[in-house]
């Protein structure tokens, strides 16, 4: 009797199992093989151009949409709906595009699509991540709503932008992300639009709820669009993986065909796995640490010999070599390889150098302006995996100096950006930046202008900013980049960040497809991967 | 019996606010602002930054952020990720992978646990019995994400009989090998557990009475021995199903399975608070199922256990 009990018990465990088993689907591929599979994170945000400032959701917004200009492999700009970008005092520009381009909606793209995508961008009660690019814009304000009275449309296919002062590298943003023209649909219902964006890229979203949270997205190609990025393959599969050691596994095994990143785990061994299908290029990453002049022996005569000391003191090849396995490349500026206008010789780069008897004499110098007190600490965020190479410099600074350091952790990157922008850190600290658009003034001007948004070290120097404007107004670009070069000779001799190293691309492909190449933001150039 | 249960779903109610608002204050006390790091690298907006605390009650004291959630909740209402989805779609979708992966993990360790365990009882001291204490020894020491990144490499990687992280879907044969990485060490100690229990049985005078009626050895095997053993191996098995049920974070990490660790682990590193505290809520509730069902199996095992009169 009481047996039979424990029978229904277990027959009803038997039913719960089997229902919640049935709940799944039976395959995983929809049986299109020419769909590209690719790592990606979940975006943080909803798919909406302008409230897009991480790469996560940036992969597929770049991959839905057509902008002015889109950047090829080496970060040229290439005209994708710009017809010609024109100015003649680099303050007003015109812009003409291309007609007969359509949305995936059937929706066309013109003048207005652009305009009011940027108005919205810009309106200050929208509350965009990306506001902050048009702030060149005539009529821009971080204080209230006003209208961006810099753009006017002239006819369907063509407007004029005026900005507050002449900006020469301008055409060269208008790739980014933020710059995106947007269909009706999207001002209707914002949020809505943002699960289900509708785009005019080579690629489009597969049906109604493609995205599939903290799963993946599925795209496929576009075959109304009539850019320079025709899709060479069926569509995009963008899986988000919450480690790149999971999509490493999946590498190995086939079961993901692209892959940018590469886990520290496997960054000895990738190359061997991998073979000539391993990826390893320099990277539009520049990695610093700031230390902020507010504190004390950084400042006036002290602060430069110190500062030329520290920089002198690490060693960054050997660091790279046994903490990065050679994956870095030692800085020689403030910018990056990739970039074009970089130099590996600007005046004053030699402090970059590793030279411990010069770091000592420098630092016995300053002492004796004001001796040093306390520990030198480098504050990290303890959640990105900085750790190897923070202890890594400080000992290389104690053995050089002969001086107290000791790396100082911050559990969360919020808690670690929150004490940088608020002042309240009480050592030097981690920078890293990604460049937005490939331009020298994108490295410059946002770090180290006066009163600048990722100015952390609230460094500010009057022969900077005048050059930064120098370039900024110049006619050519070569002009323009000159005007750079200067700059960061002052920066060189001011070192408001130490540079460390530029990032380099890690990644791989798997043995089904070819033609995988990197672009000059670490992206992969998918529409030209070709499935074999 | 059913007065029984009413009084323990009436318990579990204090349960449910004390922890909500303990969980909430935990999120409300983090270090960091969530918001400052939605900007990343890149200087905050200030206008922009205001507005985004705002919209997610950050800048109101912690009492009204409770209030709001809690409101909320009363109404169906979970809260907004910081993607933009409600936080209740967010728990539709990953609790029945982690529902599935937990099933699955707890059934192989009953057939297997069980199995050995019951065998190696009634052999104590044989070949079987020893080498089944070696396995275990091996099982329990060895850290579950060594036994993950092992099978994954040998038999997803190398072998290729699966693959080596779960899709979307989350299917029956994708989910079998994190199933069973997650159900090894479980097994481990429910050997242990149903052995020494078995040994411990089977000298109860019950049973030589059984066998004294003449009952054949499967009959008191089955019956008696077996059933009579198994209290402290169900305590542990709902234990260790709760602790599955509220995610196996490491184990969900190493295999991409889109269930509630790593969804847990990902909210609480971005600070999303409607989230992080809408998951513990319900692994709290869940837990206190589980328990309940718990306490109701014993009866089912022992006659001598009886609920409310």
Same mark, same amino acid.
């Given at each position: 009797?009481?047996?039979?009990?424990?029978?229904?018990?277990? %027959?009803?465990l038997?039913?719960?199992?089997?229902?919640?088993?049935?709940g799944?689907?039976?395959?995983?591929d929809?049986?299109?093989?020419?769909?590209?599979?690719?790592?990606g994170?979940?975006?943080q945000?909803?798919?909406?151009?302008?409230?897009?400032?991480?790469?996560?959701? $940036?992969?597929?917004?770049?991959?839905?949409?057509?902008?002015?200009?889109?950047?090829?492999?080496?970060?040229?700009?290439?005209?994708?709906?710009?017809?010609?970008?024109?100015?003649?005092?680099?303050?007003?520009?015109?812009?003409?595009?291309?007609?007969?381009?359509?949305?995936?909606?059937?929706?066309e793209?013109?003048?207005?699509?652009?305009?009011?995508?940027?108005?919205?961008?810009?309106?200050? &009660?929208?509350?965009?991540?990306?506001?902050?690019?048009?702030?060149?814009?005539?009529?821009?304000?971080?204080?209230?709503?006003?209208?961006?009275?810099?753009?006017?449309?002239?006819?369907?296919?063509?407007?004029?932008?005026?900005?507050t002062s002449?900006q020469?590298?301008?055409?060269?943003?208008?790739?980014?992300? %933020?710059?995106?023209p947007?269909?009706?649909a999207?001002?209707?219902?914002?949020?809505?639009?943002?699960?289900n964006?509708?785009?005019?890229?080579?690629?489009?979203?597969?049906a109604?709820?493609?995205?599939?949270?903290?799963v993946?997205?599925? !795209?496929?190609?576009?075959?109304?669009?009539?850019?320079?990025?025709?899709?060479?393959?069926?569509?995009l599969?963008?899986?988000?993986?919450?480690?790149l050691?999971?999509?490493?596994?999946?590498?190995?095994?086939?079961? !993901?065909?692209?892959?940018? $990143?590469?886990p520290?785990?496997?960054?000895?061994?990738?190359?061997?796995?991998?073979?000539?299908?391993?990826?390893?290029?320099?990277?539009a990453?520049?990695q610093?640490?700031?230390?902020?002049?507010?504190?004390?022996?950084?400042?006036?005569?002290?602060?430069?010999?110190?500062?030329?000391?520290?920089s002198?003191?690490?060693?960054?090849?050997?660091?790279?070599?046994?903490?990065?396995?050679?994956?870095?490349?030692?800085?020689?500026?403030?910018?990056?390889?990739?970039?074009?206008?970089?130099?590996?010789?600007?005046?004053?780069?030699?402090?970059?150098?590793?030279?411990?008897?010069?770091?000592?004499?420098?630092?016995?110098?300053?002492?004796?302006?004001?001796?040093?007190?306390?520990t030198?600490?480098?504050?990290?965020n303890?959640? $990105?995996?900085?750790?190897?190479?923070?202890?890594?410099?400080?000992?290389?600074?104690?053995?050089?100096?002969?001086?107290?350091? &000791?790396?100082?952790?911050?559990?969360?990157?919020?808690?670690?950006?929150?004490?940088?922008?608020?002042?309240?850190?009480?050592?030097?600290?981690?920078?890293?930046w990604?460049?937005?658009?490939?331009?020298?003034?994108?490295?410059?001007?946002?770090?180290?202008?006066? $009163?600048a948004?990722?100015?952390?070290?609230?460094?500010?120097?009057?022969?900077?900013?005048?050059?930064?404007?120098?370039?900024?107004?110049?006619?050519?670009l070569?002009?323009?980049?000159?005007?750079?070069?200067?700059?960061?000779?002052?920066?060189?001799?001011?070192?408001?960040?130490?540079?460390?190293?530029?990032?380099?691309?890690?990644?791989?492909?798997?043995?089904?497809?070819?033609?995988?190449?990197?672009?000059?933001?670490?992206?992969?150039?998918?529409?030209n991967?070709?499935?074999? | 019996?059913?007065?029984?249960?009413?009084?323990?779903?009436?318990?579990?109610?204090?349960?449910?606010?004390?922890?909500?608002?303990?969980?909430?204050?935990?999120?409300?006390?983090?270090?960091?602002?969530?918001?400052?790091a939605?900007?990343?690298?890149?200087?905050?907006n200030?206008?922009?930054?205001?507005?985004?605390r705002?919209?997610?009650?950050?800048?109101?004291?912690?009492? /009204?952020?409770?209030?709001?959630?809690?409101?909320?909740? *009363?109404?169906?209402?979970?809260?907004?990720?910081?993607?933009?989805q409600?936080?209740?779609?967010?728990?539709?979708?990953?609790?029945?992978?982690?529902?599935?992966?937990?099933?699955?993990?707890?059934?192989?360790?009953?057939?297997?646990?069980?199995?050995?365990?019951?065998?190696?009882?009634?052999?104590?001291?044989?070949? *079987?019995?020893?080498?089944?204490?070696?396995?275990?020894?091996?099982?329990?020491?060895?850290?579950? *994400?060594?036994?993950?990144?092992?099978?994954?490499?040998?038999?997803?990687?190398?072998?290729?009989?699966?693959?080596?992280?779960?899709?979307?879907?989350?299917?029956?044969?994708?989910l079998l090998?994190?199933? /069973?990485?997650?159900?090894?060490?479980?097994v481990?100690?429910?050997?242990?557990?149903?052995r020494?229990?078995?040994?411990?049985?089977?000298?109860?005078? *019950?049973?030589?009475?059984?066998?004294?009626?003449?009952?054949t050895?499967q009959?008191?095997?089955? /019956?008696?021995?077996?059933?009579?053993?198994?209290?402290?191996?169900v305590?542990?098995?709902?234990?260790?199903?709760?602790?599955?049920?509220?995610g196996?974070?490491?184990?969900?990490?190493?295999?991409?399975?889109?269930?509630?660790?790593?969804?847990?682990?990902?909210?609480?590193?971005?600070?999303?608070?409607?989230?992080? /505290?809408?998951?513990?809520?319900?692994?709290?509730?869940?837990?206190?199922?589980?328990?309940?069902?718990?306490?109701?199996?014993?009866?089912?095992?022992?006659?001598?256990?009886?609920?409310?009169?």
């Open positions: 009797m009481r047996f039979k009990k424990l029978g229904l018990i277990a %027959a009803a038997a039913t719960t199992v089997a229902l919640s088993l049935t799944c689907a039976a395959g995983t929809g049986g299109n093989n020419n769909i590209i599979s690719i790592n994170s979940e975006p945000n909803p798919l909406i151009a302008t409230n897009t400032n991480e790469v996560g959701g $940036g992969l597929i917004i770049d991959n839905i949409y057509a902008g002015l200009v889109y950047y090829d492999a080496d970060g040229t700009p290439v005209n994708d709906m710009a017809e010609s970008i024109t100015s003649t005092d680099n303050i007003t520009w015109n812009i003409k595009i291309k007609s007969g381009w359509k949305f995936t909606n059937g929706e793209v013109t003048a207005d699509s652009f305009v009011n995508a940027w108005k919205y961008g810009a309106l200050y &009660s929208n509350a965009q991540l990306n506001s902050y690019f048009f702030d060149a814009i005539e009529g821009f304000s971080y204080e209230e709503d006003t209208e961006l009275t810099g753009l006017t449309v002239v006819s369907p296919t063509e407007f004029t932008v005026k900005l002449a020469s590298d301008f055409p060269l943003r208008l790739g980014y992300t %933020a710059f995106f947007q269909p009706q999207f001002f209707d219902d914002p949020a809505a639009f943002g699960e964006p509708i785009g005019n890229g080579p690629y489009k979203l597969a109604e709820g493609a995205w599939q949270h903290n993946d997205i599925n !795209l496929v190609k576009n075959d109304d669009y009539k850019g320079g990025r025709v899709a060479k393959n069926g569509g599969k963008i899986v988000f993986y919450a480690t050691d999971a999509a490493y596994a999946d590498l190995l095994a086939d079961n !993901l065909d692209v892959m940018a $990143g590469i520290d785990a496997a960054l000895k061994t990738y190359k061997d796995d991998l073979g000539d299908r391993a990826v390893d290029q320099a990277a990453i520049f610093s640490f700031t230390i902020p002049s507010r504190l004390e022996h950084w400042s006036g005569e002290e602060g430069a010999l110190r500062r030329a000391a520290i002198q003191a690490i060693n960054r090849q050997e660091i790279i070599d046994v903490i990065f396995n050679g994956t870095r490349k030692p800085a020689r500026d403030f910018t990056s390889p990739v970039i074009a206008g970089w130099s590996d010789a600007l005046e004053g780069s030699d402090v970059l150098d590793y030279n411990p008897e010069n770091a000592k004499a420098l630092w016995a110098q300053a002492n004796e302006i004001a001796p040093w007190t306390g030198f600490e480098l504050a990290y303890a959640d $990105g995996g900085h750790q190897g190479w923070v202890d890594a410099v400080i000992n290389s600074i104690k053995n050089t100096l002969d001086i107290d350091a &000791s790396g100082k952790a911050i559990a969360l990157f919020s808690d670690f950006r929150t004490e940088i922008t608020e002042d309240t850190i009480t050592a030097p600290f981690r920078t890293g990604q460049a937005d658009y490939p331009a020298l003034a994108n490295f410059i001007a946002p770090l180290y202008q006066t $009163g948004g990722a100015n952390d070290g609230d460094y500010s120097s009057a022969e900077v900013d005048a050059l930064i404007e120098k370039g900024n107004t110049a006619k050519t070569d002009e323009a980049n000159k005007a750079y070069q200067d700059a960061q000779v002052i920066l060189l001799k001011d070192l408001p960040a130490i540079p460390m190293w530029y990032g380099v691309s890690n990644g791989g492909y798997s043995t089904l497809v070819s033609s995988v190449e990197f672009g000059w933001n670490s992206v992969p150039v998918l529409h991967v070709i499935k074999k | 019996m059913v007065g029984y249960i009413f009084k323990r779903v009436l318990q579990a109610l204090p349960v449910f606010f004390g922890t909500t608002l303990l969980i909430y204050f935990m999120v409300f006390a983090m270090p960091g602002d969530p918001i400052v939605m900007f990343g690298d890149r200087g905050v200030q206008a922009v930054y205001e507005q985004l705002a919209q997610y009650h950050l800048d109101q004291p912690f009492l /009204v952020q409770y209030f709001y959630y809690i409101t909320g909740i *009363f109404q169906g209402d979970f809260g907004t990720s910081f993607s933009g409600p936080v209740g779609d967010v728990l539709a979708a990953t609790f029945p992978v982690t529902i599935r992966l937990a099933l699955m993990a707890v059934t192989i360790e009953m057939l297997v646990g069980i199995g050995i365990g019951l065998f190696a009882g009634l052999r104590k001291g044989k070949l *079987f019995d020893n080498s089944s204490l070696v396995m275990s020894l091996l099982l329990i020491s060895t850290p579950v *994400f060594v036994i993950a990144f092992v099978f994954q490499f040998v038999f997803a990687i190398k072998l290729g009989w699966a693959k080596p992280t779960v899709s979307g879907a989350a299917g029956f044969t994708e090998l994190p199933a /069973v990485v997650l159900s090894t060490l479980a481990a100690y429910i050997v242990r557990l149903t020494s229990s078995v040994i411990e049985t089977s000298g109860q005078d *019950f049973v030589r009475t059984a066998y004294g009626k003449g009952l050895r009959r008191v095997v089955r /019956v008696h021995i077996l059933r009579n053993s198994l209290i402290p191996v305590t542990y098995l709902s234990i260790d199903f709760g602790v599955l049920l509220v196996a974070t490491v184990t969900e990490g190493i295999f991409n399975v889109p269930g509630v660790g790593r969804t847990l682990y990902q909210a609480i590193i971005r600070g999303e608070g409607p989230t992080v /505290v809408s998951f513990v809520t319900v692994m709290v509730l869940i837990y206190l199922a589980v328990n309940l069902i718990t306490d109701l199996l014993y009866a089912v095992l022992d006659p001598r256990i009886r609920y409310g009169k």
